[in-house]
């Protein structure tokens, strides 16, 4: 079965204090994997998708990584309102099923 | 707005009673998916309809669950006979074939509150 794993559970980050967030995932057959944010109350909001190790993606102020057992989010000079849940997930084999993270909670402090 | 909605957005309901929600998709995302979330936890998937086919079900979906999408468009899920341990975020999410393997897009969820 799929497993995701996510560290640290929560970060408190002064303002411009850069940091990564980490996924570490177990499956059989890497479809894909996702970063979205989740704000309190509402629903995730896609981030990234990487397909295969090496490959990067970066959006503001976030950048993604994936290697073979892991992926990254490094945020660079964050922002108050980068403040939020930060949720990982994987999806494998032939199903549509995605598996979820606990998420990392990032609290960004002025 | 053409994202994902969701209603109601709250619902509060005492324990035994059946309780349905509503999602519209995406309008041209033909698969759709639901998820429940618990406080502190990730989305954990609960089933997946490509148009109106419902092609693949959780274990966590027990009897009391159902799902339809009747049309291939709007989908319900239904909670029978509703229990304490039901309450929770429940969210809809669509996606569309030709975009990047399946990225997901979430609407702003249904939080239930079973008394």
């Known amino acids: 079965e799929d497993q995701v794993t996510q560290s640290p559970e929560a970060l408190r980050l002064q303002e411009g204090e850069s940091s990564s967030l980490n996924c570490s995932y177990t499956v059989s057959g890497l479809r894909g994997l996702f970063w979205y944010r989740q704000d309190p109350g509402k629903g995730p909001e896609f981030l990234f998708t990487l397909y295969s190790a090496g490959e990067e993606k970066e959006k503001e102020r976030l950048k993604a990584t994936l290697t073979k057992k892991e992926s990254f989010l490094h945020i660079t000079a964050p922002k108050p309102e980068d403040s939020a849940t930060y949720l990982c997930?994987?999806?494998?084999?032939?199903?549509?099923?995605?598996?979820f993270g606990t998420g990392t909670k990032l609290q960004v402090i002025p | 707005d053409t994202g994902v909605s969701q209603n109601p957005r709250h619902k509060i309901t005492k324990r035994g009673q059946n309780v349905t929600f509503r999602c519209d998709p995406i309008s041209e995302h033909n698969r759709l998916y639901w998820y429940r979330q618990t406080l502190g936890q990730g989305p954990e998937f609960l089933t997946y309809f490509q148009n109106e086919a419902q092609l693949e079900k959780s274990r966590l979906l027990s009897d009391r669950f159902s799902a339809e999408r009747p049309k291939g468009s709007f989908s319900t899920l239904e909670i029978q006979r509703t229990e304490q341990g039901d309450s929770a975020m429940y969210l809809c999410?669509?996606?569309?074939?030709?975009?990047?393997?399946?990225?997901?897009?979430f609407g702003p969820g249904t939080r239930l509150t079973v008394l």
């Open positions: 997930a994987v999806g494998s084999g032939g199903y549509q099923k995605v598996t």
């Open positions: 999410a669509s996606s569309f074939p030709l975009g990047g393997w399946n990225e997901q897009f």
